[in-house]
């Protein structure tokens, strides 16, 4: 990468009052290589002293920018409203809390200047704490990825390293943070990549998460599985729910004339069953129109992309 072009660090931070200042101290010696650089500091609407303490480091270094957020939305919107304000070539994400390291980024970079467009962290020896995080991540991940087929071991990580492209394609929501490596496949055709990076014990502060955020993954997952099954393909997903609906149609309409012949009259006098047939056709064509009408947006919208996507990579100095 020519030495004129700027690396764009994302931290989101929330309640970290005791991190901010040693992880900006961490992040600029780690980055002392590199002639061009930005730390956003996206202050998830915290409660404590950590807007105040980030706004004193960026005083003191004008390469440190604050984003403050209206109130705490999370994580993955913090970290969208970083995306959206780094002026970045290339991004590099991690937590705020110092148990990601920012001598492991340069490491990141090597890794991306390879021919990829993102490159994960893998935690190694995580130092979270077992029942509540460590194992339901452990789970989690493997589901993610038998689904997905992204050979991602730790999509939990926060320290990862993107091209400003692969962000363009996306746009995250609800706890989709988690899931950047398979959105980036499933949307953006990324090439990706995964190497191990260390992970430290929280030195100040509480852990923001727990067993609660296992529902939101749940239907995150279920939101990125349909995304990567038939994001090219909606057709499909409306067509089988519409082989569905047609089935169930001809099911109660032979079951109301079953009960024209064979039932009484109370039956065939409520209407009930040919209803339900109607019902269950209706929705059949609703559904087909429905894949009809993606089809069409999905086209247009291929229409409306660059030619190409980038191939070409550049190296950092």
């Known amino acids: 990468m020519a030495d004129e072009r700027l690396l764009s660090i994302v931290v989101p931070v929330y309640n970290e009052e005791q991190n901010v200042a040693a992880l900006a101290a961490a992040i600029r010696d780690a980055l ?3 002639p061009s650089w ?9 409660i404590d002293g950590t807007l105040q303490v980030a706004a004193a480091v960026s005083a ?32 590099v994400s991690l937590d705020g809390d110092l148990q990601n390291d920012p001598a492991d980024i340069p490491r990141l970079l090597a890794k991306l200047d390879e021919g990829y467009d993102l490159v994960a962290g893998c935690r190694q020896r995580r130092r979270d704490a077992l029942f509540t995080r460590r194992v339901p991540s452990w789970v989690a991940n493997r589901i993610i990825r038998m689904i997905t087929r992204v050979d991602i071991h730790d ?19 609800s706890d989709m943070h988690r899931f950047l490596p ?52 909606p057709l499909q997903l409306f067509g089988f729910g519409a082989f569905v609906s047609l089935v169930l149609a001809c099911a109660f309409g032979a079951a109301a004339l079953l009960a024209l012949t064979d039932v009484g009259a109370d039956v065939t006098d409520a209407y009930v069953l040919p209803a339900a047939a109607l019902l269950w056709l209706m929705l059949a064509c609703f559904l087909l129109m429905l894949g009809l009408v993606a089809e069409v947006a999905l086209r247009k919208a291929r229409e409306e992309l660059p030619d190409a996507l980038p191939i070409a990579t550049e190296r950092f100095a």
């Open 32 to 34: 002392a290589g590199l």
């Open 38 to 46: 930005e730390l956003l500091l996206v202050d998830d609407g915290s």
């Open 60 to 91: 003191v270094d004008p390469r440190v920018r604050v984003v403050p957020l209206a109130r705490n939305f999370g994580q993955t919107q913090a970290m969208q409203a970083g995306f959206d304000e780094a002026l970045g070539d290339v991004v």
């Open 155 to 173: 999509n939990g990580c926060s320290l990862k390293a993107y091209r400003r492209w692969t962000l363009e394609r996306m746009h995250l929501y």
């Open 182 to 233: 398979a959105l980036a496949a499933a949307t953006a055709g990324a090439r990706i990549a995964e190497i191990p990076v260390r992970h430290h014990p929280r030195r100040f502060g509480a852990s923001k998460y727990g067993l609660s955020r296992i529902f939101k993954i749940l239907t995150d997952l279920l939101a990125i599985t349909l995304i990567s099954w038939f994001r090219e393909r």
